[in-house]
């Protein structure tokens, strides 16, 4: 006999139940494989995902209860049950329409936001003073893709001394910072021009010089035009840039990125 089994689920439903699997799953590849440990931050809120739309979880919002606003003693108790009635129907039609509307949600949520972490930019500096900074790392160094940039750039401005002496070399990739916009100083835009590196999309071949209209790290091409590929389309450049870096500071030298990309396009060509 044979036999066939339908699964009917909603697609926002499969896509997060997805998301899950393979969250779990790489948590797993990077505690097995790679020997790193899993850390919940701050103490009992778990993983935070540095993303500006996901530092909060749902927590279920407290019932209010509903007083009424006339003392209905003196009312008489036909009455009394009558109006009960009518307002547990009213709210049962009203719990019917909220489920049919959003059947994912049927109990109603609130968003807590995750104290010291409520924003990337807060995240970035928290993990820094109670991890990066109290490491015996003495080269330090940072992949911050799209939102990440900002992110870093922010944590440069509220701790800069300190990044300087622990960090040794930055890549962005296709970072969304403004040094302008985010007010960075002098000093900041200096350092990045000399240790970090920016690889944009672009349909350039990898490492190709793009011009740039601030004044902050040169911008290299990441070899995609797609956002989302940036960080993986250039990592074998992004290791390379880390490793001249490291050798550098290690005989008080700094990398020539700009060198290093024309170098490259050269070659290619």
Known sequence: MNHLLIFLIHWKDLNMLLMKIIT???YE???KDCNLK???IPEGY???VLNP???YIEVEKPKIPVQSSSDSSDEPAEKRERKDKVSKETKKRRDFYEKYRNP???KEMMQLYIRENGSPEEHAVYVWDHFIAQSAAEKVFFVAHSYGGLAFVELMIQREADVKSKVTAVALTDSVHNVWHQEAGKTIREWMRENCCNWVSSSEPLDTSVESMLPDCPR????TDRHELTSWKSFPSIFKFFTEASEA????LKPALTRRSHRIKHEEL
């Open 24 to 26: 779990k799953y790489v």
């Open 29 to 31: 590849l990077l505690e």
């Open 38 to 40: 899993k850390i919940s």
């Open 46 to 48: 778990g993983v935070i």
């Open 53 to 55: 739309n996901e530092n």
């Open 104 to 106: 994912q949600r049927e």
């Open 220 to 223: 290299v091409s990441a070899g």
């Open 249 to 252: 500071k290690s005989s008080s």
